[in-house]
């Protein structure tokens, strides 16, 4: 039976207006604005959206799902209906698991496993490294997401630095390439130097001196340096500084655009300050850093000089999270929040929920060349989220839905409330509860 979602306002492509969507089977059939049509009768289930916005669902182009070889923290699973439960359709995600996502092989696993146990749709990304370059360029263009680099080491050791080795991927990718970028040469130089000062008590107020924003800057800089060399298709992950954020411009529409940036919910959200009462909850890496830069990440956002919104999903532990700076690692869960701390800026005037869906659905879409997702037009995929912008919802340990069983929002209120989820176009989540006979779908792309 088709499904009627009627009396929505509807948020679409820069516009909010009232309407309703006609979903068959997987896809939007068709979207009325104001009134139904005289005489509409079809034999359809009705979802009555009075006071709700219905909105694209998110597309978040950065999880760590952990899955395979460190499902202790995380897996696809349980990930996935986090991600649906927080209006995130889709997700891409990132290959340092173990084993890594480095050969085909793996990298058809992931798909696999995706097929049988995920709640939203999915792509994932092929992991570089100093000697894959066979299998990188082995990758299919159509069905993965894209190349992942990190140009500086994070969790699980992937960092590529060889120069040639960098030159030849910039070089001959066919695919878009992201990038972890922080300058591993000066992240150690400073690690060295306040463990010297204070061995293993390391505040976690130093995290974004250690990891510091010249170090993102020395890396970031580089790889569009190589980018422009080579005329690459880049993505530059997680922009954490307002020396970063001035690199990139505004001059071109993005779907022309050969460099683009991403922004992440925790560095528009946090700033140093918070590492007193947060400590390891929010030690990421890129560290969050000033409220300077995090000003200055929000003015390139605004200005369309970043490009999406994201959240780097990369859970851990509690126990984990617990040890000394040196032992703690990097990462949190976000994934089930970011609408809803998106939302919060909206209705504290930072952006208009109009830009919020821009940023965090149709920009992906377009951004990494999804077919028929991100929008809600006729024809594409019924991938759509219902939110009440009225009903205030406080983060707590039982209405969590990660595998690592906390968050760095716990306690926190957002301004609204997730209340319907539909993933290509099943109905997955509604009233906190989940519809588990539905299944995501691989991502296709047209390149």
Known sequence: MKTLIENATIVNEGRSFLGHVLISNQLIETVFEGDLPAGFSENVNRIDA???????????????????????????YTEAKAAVAGGVTTFMEMPNTNPQTINQTELQKKFDRAAEVSLANYSFFIGATNDNLDQVLATD?????????????????????????????????????ATHCEDEATIRASSATYREKYGNNVPFTAHPLIRSAEACYISSHGAKLLAE???????????????????????LPLS????????????????DADYESKGANIKWNPAVKTAADRE??????????????????????????????????????????????MLDFVQQGRLTIERAVEKLSHAPAQCFQIEKRGYIRPGYFADLVLVNTNKPETVTKANLHYK??????????????IEKTFVSGHLAFENKGFNETVKGLALTFSR
């Open 296 to 341: 200055g990440v929000w003015k390139a956002l605004l200005e369309n000089r970043i490009d999406i919104v994201a959240t780097d999903h990369a859970p851990h532990t509690i126990e984990e999270k617990s040890g000394n700076y040196w032992d703690a690692p990097s990462g949190g869960p976000l994934v089930q929040h970011a609408l809803q701390a």
């Open 404 to 417: 690592c069983g906390w968050s760095p929002f716990e306690g926190h209120t957002f301004s609204a409330s």
């Open 229 to 251: 060399k080579h005329d690459t298709r880049l993505h530059i992950l997680h922009i954490s500084t307002a020396k970063e954020a001035a690199m990139f411009g505004n001059d």
């Open 256 to 271: 022309e655009k050969r460099i683009t940036a991403e922004a992440c919910i925790h560095h528009l959200w946090f700033t």
């Open 141 to 177: 263009v159509k069905n993965v997401c894209g190349i992942k680099i990190f140009m500086g080491s994070s969790t699980g050791n992937m960092l590529v630095d060889n120069t040639e080795t960098l030159e030849r991927i910039f070089s001959k990718a066919q695919m878009l390439i």
């Open 50 to 76: 009075t006071g709700l916005h219905l909105l694209p669902g998110v597309i978040d182009d950065q999880v760590h799902f952990r899955e395979p070889g460190l499902t202790h923290k995380a897996e696809i």
